[in-house]
């Protein structure tokens, strides 16, 4: 299996970026989805996680929540964060993860492969 991460970049605060994780080697719609985050000398932390099938549940970390929105589009095999309202402390690098197991989860290692992250950067 493997995620690639893109959609990362500079933007000023109060801005918007949208995040998109894209799956080979196993169909993303059988599979619970999370995003990541890791700022410099920091501990990864969890920022949001989609159900499967259909993604009609998610749970987001208290610091993004009514900020970012995650998603999934099974067609594209593709999971998408939308983020609004964009923080200086919002800047990290985000990773997405993919978990076998069929419950939600906010802890990285219930996850099972990681993408390889992209940088976001929120300049005041």
């Known amino acids: 299996v493997q995620l690639q991460a893109s959609g990362g970049g500079l933007v000023q605060a109060g801005g918007s970026l949208r995040l998109s994780c894209a799956a080979s080697?196993?169909?993303?719609?059988?599979?619970?989805m999370g995003w990541f985050r890791q700022a410099p000398g920091k501990e990864r932390d969890f920022v949001a996680t989609?159900?499967?099938?259909?993604?009609?549940?998610?749970y987001y970390a208290d610091s993004v929540k009514g900020r970012f929105t995650i998603s999934r589009d099974n067609a594209k095999n593709t999971v998408y964060l939308q983020m609004n309202s964009l923080k200086p402390e919002d800047t990290a690098v985000y990773y997405c993860a993919l978990k076998r197991a069929p419950t939600i989860s906010s802890e990285s290692r219930t996850y099972d492969y990681w993408g390889q992250g992209t940088q976001v950067t929120v300049s005041s």
């Open positions: 989609i159900s499967s099938p259909r993604g009609s549940t998610t």
């Open positions: 080697g196993r169909t993303l719609s059988s599979s619970v």
